[in-house]
């Protein structure tokens, strides 16, 4: 720690070449944080799937509708443990801008199939003895500053008409990546007032008693309505996931790219500016070797420089990008997964250092090889 | 005392025997310097004085550990340098030289106290007995009050005491002076040539100086003479070997 003070001394010899180096390495971890951010948001319904429920859809689209008459049926297949349905609603609350998604939902299940949604007992019972109640997600209810009681009018987009609902309840999730946005009403409530497809909902979750029953209970959903009007396509909760994130394109590939391109940039910024720190600076490293510091010493010197760079402008990107996701979904619902996870600053803050390191190694060995008598003669 | 005839004994500080140095530019082979020998006893403050391209900082790079002679040997205070790994030498110059060098080269970003303290963050000594070395030696170069000062805020004398702290703090075998007051007007340069003259006579610190400036090779107790890479005795003592 007697070093430090070199270390920083030297970073405020130039600040505004300092600055602004800190801000590249800044700007590009605050991109690196947006990138997995987005790559989350795209891909998270894939992590945080049940593995033990399995969701039946429409084998023509997951836009097509299927029989309320299946649910019996799918019940009564051994491994089954549970099951219920949603129907996608899309209405409009005030404003198109205003999205979150809406859901007409088996109310006597749904808690038993979503465990992980926590809704305290009194506002559950109070959302069944209503037919007009609503259950809502803690991030949008805190988006629209709704609370229990709250009446809410929505314009039907599928289903025309003004449709109003009670809030009852309150949910939230139990991991920091649950989706917090859905809007829940009871199925009843829009069978009764629908003018059309009265008998259909929009498609099956099935939970099974254990995730080795996944495939069997697959197979045997997908043959009982085979040959039917209405054809089923049942995938684990996990697959459905992954390929609804795969509609928007290779994101992975995109993500990996854009990073690879700004570390790349970023590494050669750092690089260059440690180069000409050190030329910059040659004497005094002569002289540093002269008193009796070693070269190893002058070696990591550069290096801590270099590293000091670096985390100060990891720290400060990931931090800006961290503040920015916890303000929540900025587009309002279409990535509700919008969260910056702690693994994904650890990875960031190690970025980070091995671009620092990278960029400081060449600058560092030049320096540690400097010949004394050489250096002192340019001086 | 002071020998240029390889007759000195055992008890010299510095004792140099038949040293070489020779460089290979292009195709051609420069004799820098050839068979040199010189004894200096504890104490005594040597001036080396010569034409440009003589010798004479190649022979205190030498004799400071910073350089290595194609031949001959160097024995400093017992330790023979001139065999030295590179790592050895570097500490050895930590503990046995103090360098002041013509342009100061002082650290910019650091203050005066800080760059005075730099040689001693090499030692294990703690922070508080670190900051009293340091106030020593700023004291005996007469900037005391100038420690929390950087070296731009300092005229060239100033940042040449500095220089001269930052040598003598951690009390180095002797000090290596490269045309100390060659960068500077005559007053300053005389203020450096005091202090280097007290250190010399009141702490019987050993000097050698390489330098062009005849009143200032009038300061030492000795002067020698490099001319084509041979040592020879200063005018005052042209008459023996003893200088």
Known sequence: ?379 | MVRVDGGGGAGSLIQIRGLDKTYRRGGEEIHVLQGLNLDVDKGEFVAFMGPSGSGKTTLLNLLSGLDVPSRGSIVVAGDEITHMSGNKLTEWRARHVGFIFQMYNLIPVLTAFQNVELPLLLTKLSKSERRKHVETAMAVVGLADRMDHYPRQLSGGQEQRVAIARAIVADPTFLMCDEPTGDLDRKSADDILNILTRLSKEYAKTILMVTHDPMAAERAQATLHLNKGVLVEGVAAAAGSHV
Not at chain 1, 107 to 124: G, H, K, L, S, T
Not at chain 1, 183 to 194: G, I, M, S, T, V
């Open chain 1, 1 to 379: 720690m007697k070093y430090m003070p070199l270390i920083i001394a030297n970073l405020f010899r130039k600040k505004l070449r300092t600055a602004l180096t800190i801000g590249s390495f800044a700007v590009a971890l605050f991109l690196f944080g947006l990138l997995v951010v987005v790559r989350g948001a795209f891909s998270q319904g894939v992590d945080v799937a049940g593995a033990d429920r399995l969701d039946v859809i429409n084998k023509v689209s997951i836009i097509q509708p299927l029989p309320y008459a299946y649910r019996d049926q799918i019940l009564r297949i051994p491994g089954v443990k549970a099951i219920t349905f949603d129907e996608w609603f899309g209405g409009v609350y005030q404003d198109e801008k205003n999205f979150f998604p809406q859901f007409a939902v088996d109310p006597d299940n749904q808690r038993v199939v979503y465990p992980e949604f926590a809704i305290p007992e009194d506002q559950w019972k109070a959302f069944l003895q209503d037919r007009e109640g609503a259950i809502v997600g803690s991030g949008t209810a805190k988006r629209f500053g709704w609370k229990i009681g709250d009446r809410i009018p929505i314009k039907g987009a599928i289903y025309p008409g003004n449709w109003e609902f009670n809030i009852r309840g309150i949910y939230q999730g139990a991991k920091d990546n649950d989706d917090l946005t859905q809007f829940w009403f009871q199925y009843k409530y829009l069978d009764e007032r629908r003018q059309f497809g009265k008998g259909l909902i929009g498609w099956y979750i099935v939970k099974l008693n254990s995730p080795d029953d996944a495939t069997h209970v697959q197979k045997a959903i997908d043959q009982m309505f085979a040959n039917s009007p209405y054809e089923t396509k049942t995938e684990t909760e996990k697959a459905l996931a992954s390929d609804f994130a795969k509609q928007f394109g290779n994101i992975e590939l995109l993500i990996v790219s854009v990073g690879a391109v700004v570390f790349f940039t970023l590494l050669l910024v750092t690089g260059n500016t440690m180069a000409i720190a050190v030329r910059e600076r040659i004497g005094e490293l002569a002289v540093l070797k002269a008193v009796g510091f070693s070269d190893r010493f002058v070696m990591f010197l550069v290096l801590g420089e270099s590293l000091l760079i670096a985390a100060v402008g990891g720290l400060l990107g990931l931090g800006i990008c961290k503040l920015f996701t916890l303000g929540g979904d900025p587009t309002h619902g279409f990535l509700p997964f919008f969260y910056l996870p702690y693994p994904a600053i650890v990875l960031g803050i190690v970025i980070a250092f091995a671009v620092g390191i990278l960029a400081g190694i060449l600058p560092a060995t030049g320096a540690m090889r400097l010949r004394v008598v050489d250096a002192l003669r340019r001086v």
